[in-house]
């Protein structure tokens, strides 16, 4: 299997939320390079040295460097998508700029060999009962009853093929009921929102962070037949907006669809049960193993009740309502 080298570009005081974003991902490896750690060395007067290498000087004017090494398959971009989300939502955050530029750039191919050879791994393939997943681009010849969701993720999160989003598509199949309002919070490629339109739900809103997942999620609902009609898109920090918290709307929705991380989660935790009707569902994901009885004890803590709790390799997935 090959192998890219992606470099994320911080400060020292970015490295903890830069890793941990990276945990919260389920990247458990990767490589720090730190000026201040050479510097810290060079301070050290219990160690006496009187040569250093050219190159580990150089490390004291090194900018920190967070490297992780993603596979070159269907996983590895759909992780580098939300690598890159993890980014967005964390410069947003960081008004002093205290944690640098935050920009993720691959070594050892070109971003845009990158960004196009990806599709060689991305091939129509069933989701749940209901789906097939199928890329533009690809021809869907088999008749087994399946409704086609068709799909361009371009750089955002959401080809249909990472565990969290399946999760969330099967629990979509239970739950959405025709003449459902639905909201997709963090709805990156579009691809839940759509689903759910796709299985009867009469209005979708979807909101991020990143203005070009929002963009992508409009197309893709285009692709798909959706009549602009049957939904609407915002951008923004729903967390920290209380103008763009009325305009999604409190008490509105039947079903909630949230595949993002734990610490997201966490955050919205008190707005979610908000935006629901009585009697609505939740559908939670992007949970890794670890951080599952933390999200679960943050959802209860606001009143809503865990119905169900569903799991695909390492991620969690949770149905909650409100009574």
């Known amino acids: 299997m090959n192998w890219t080298e992606v470099t994320i570009y911080t400060t020292s005081k970015g490295i903890d939320p830069v890793t941990g974003a990276l945990l919260q991902l389920g990247i458990n490896g990767f490589v720090i390079q730190d000026a201040q750690d050479f510097e810290d060395f060079l301070q050290d007067t219990t160690i006496y040295w009187d040569y250093v290498d050219d190159e580990l000087m150089k490390l004291k004017e090194c900018e920190t460097t967070v490297t992780v090494y993603l596979a070159d398959n269907m996983q590895g971009v759909e992780t580098l998508a939300s690598i890159r989300e993890s980014l967005d939502r964390m410069k947003k955050l960081d008004a002093?700029?205290?944690?640098?530029?935050?920009?993720?750039?691959?070594?050892?191919?070109?971003?845009?060999?990158?960004?196009?050879?990806?599709?060689?791994?991305?091939?129509?393939?069933?989701?749940?009962?209901?789906?097939?997943?199928?890329?533009?681009?690809?021809?869907?010849?088999?008749?087994?009853?399946?409704?086609?969701?068709?799909?361009?993720?371009?750089?955002?999160?959401?080809?249909?093929?990472?565990?969290?989003?399946?999760?969330?598509?099967?629990?979509?199949?239970?739950?959405?009921?025709?003449?459902?309002?639905?909201?997709?919070?963090?709805?990156?490629?579009?691809?839940?929102?759509?689903?759910?339109?796709?299985?009867?739900?009469?209005?979708?809103?979807?909101?991020?962070?990143?203005?070009?997942?929002?963009?992508?999620?409009?197309?893709?609902?285009?692709?798909?037949?959706?009549?602009?009609?049957?939904?609407?898109?915002?951008?923004?920090?729903?967390?920290?907006?209380?103008?763009?918290?009325?305009?999604?709307?409190?008490?509105?929705?039947?079903?909630?669809?949230a595949n993002i991380v734990a610490d997201v989660i966490l955050a919205m935790s008190n707005l979610l049960p908000r935006f629901l009707k009585p009697g609505g569902v939740l559908i939670t994901s992007g949970i890794i193993e670890p951080r599952k009885e933390e999200v679960k004890a943050g959802l209860e803590a606001q009143g809503l009740i865990i119905t169900g709790e569903y799991t695909q390799s390492e991620w969690v997935c949770y149905t909650a309502t409100k009574e």
């Open 96 to 257: 002093q700029k205290e944690w640098g530029r935050l920009s993720a750039e691959l070594k050892g191919v070109k971003e845009e060999d990158w960004e196009n050879n990806w599709k060689q791994y991305f091939k129509p393939f069933p989701v749940g009962e209901k789906f097939v997943i199928k890329p533009t681009w690809e021809v869907w010849e088999k008749q087994d009853g399946r409704t086609i969701l068709e799909i361009d993720p371009s750089s955002s999160f959401g080809t249909g093929s990472h565990h969290t989003t399946q999760l969330c598509i099967t629990r979509l199949e239970k739950l959405v009921k025709p003449g459902d309002m639905v909201l997709d919070m963090g709805c990156g490629s579009g691809i839940l929102g759509i689903a759910a339109i796709l299985m009867g739900a009469n209005y979708v809103t979807g909101v991020d962070i990143d203005e070009n997942s929002v963009r992508i999620a409009r197309e893709n609902f285009a692709q798909n037949g959706v009549s602009f009609e049957k939904f609407q898109l915002f951008c923004g920090n729903v967390v920290e907006n209380p103008d763009l918290q009325q305009k999604i709307g409190f008490e509105k929705y039947n079903v909630i669809a």
